[in-house]
């Protein structure tokens, strides 16, 4: 079974933006999409979107379509989550994660803290 | 506003049974398979119940799901205090993905 292994804690000022990698070890993404979930401060969990690294196809929550966008290497063991135009709200954890079928993420990194500060 | 609705706190005693509900709607839980997540304090969520009621390798059997329509539920039997955490639910809703708002369990 995969690993998943994300990249460092960020502090951004409003108006940037912010690029999260997630690295699979152990094997690849391929057979999953990689998908983004964010937790806000004392919040429960938000699907940001995801991508099928297979295809390159991309889905996303309607009311991040505009600002975010999720990519993968050809090598299918790494996912990028990037974040245009950042606010104070988007401050998070956010989290990547292997879905298989039927919708379960079945393996998670372990978060990466996004602090949107002037 | 979660599209499924959870309670957000329950609290039971250690060896007891608690049961957590998760309720949607025909466009999502009464339509699609349900997983659950269960988050320990200060880390990231994991995978507890996925297509409504199998268990993923290495998750106990006090553990169960089940759906019922629109209502799946999160059965916990023999409750351990190492079950403190939150609880979500999740599911598929046309080509999105959504989550219950979480339900913080408290074992007394």
């Known amino acids: 079974q995969i690993q998943l292994m994300q990249s460092g804690a960020e502090v951004k000022k409003p108006g940037s933006s912010v690029k999260v990698s997630c690295k699979a070890s152990?094997?690849?993404?391929?057979?999953?999409?990689i998908v983004w979930v964010r937790q806000a401060p004392g919040q429960g969990l938000e699907w940001m979107g995801g991508?099928?690294?297979?295809?390159?196809?991309?889905n996303s929550a309607p009311d991040l379509q505009r600002r975010v966008t999720f990519t993968a290497d050809e090598s299918m063991t790494t996912g990028y989550m990037e974040v245009s135009s950042l606010t104070p709200e988007d401050t998070a954890v956010y989290y990547c994660?292997?879905?298989?079928?039927?919708?379960?993420?079945?393996?998670w990194g372990q978060g990466t803290l996004v602090t949107v500060s002037s | 506003q979660s599209m499924l609705t959870q309670p957000p706190s329950m609290s039971a005693a250690p060896g007891q049974k608690v049961t957590i509900s998760c309720s949607g709607s025909?466009?999502?839980?009464?339509?699609?398979?349900v997983s659950w997540y269960q988050q320990l304090p200060g880390t990231a969520p994991k995978l507890l119940i996925r297509?409504?009621?199998k268990r993923p390798s290495g998750v106990p059997d006090r553990f169960s799901g089940s759906k019922s329509g629109t209502l799946a539920t999160l059965t916990i039997t023999g409750l351990q205090t190492g079950d403190e955490a939150v609880y979500y639910c999740?599911?598929?809703?046309?080509?999105?993905?959504?989550f219950g708002g979480g339900t913080k369990l408290t074992v007394l």
């Open positions: 994660a292997a879905e298989g079928l039927a919708a379960a993420f079945e393996i």
């Open positions: 152990g094997g690849t993404f391929s057979g999953y999409t």
């Open positions: 991508v099928i690294p297979t295809f390159g196809s991309e």
């Open positions: 025909s466009s999502n839980i009464g339509k699609n398979y």
């Open positions: 297509q409504t009621n």
């Open positions: 999740g599911t598929a809703h046309y080509s999105l993905r959504v």
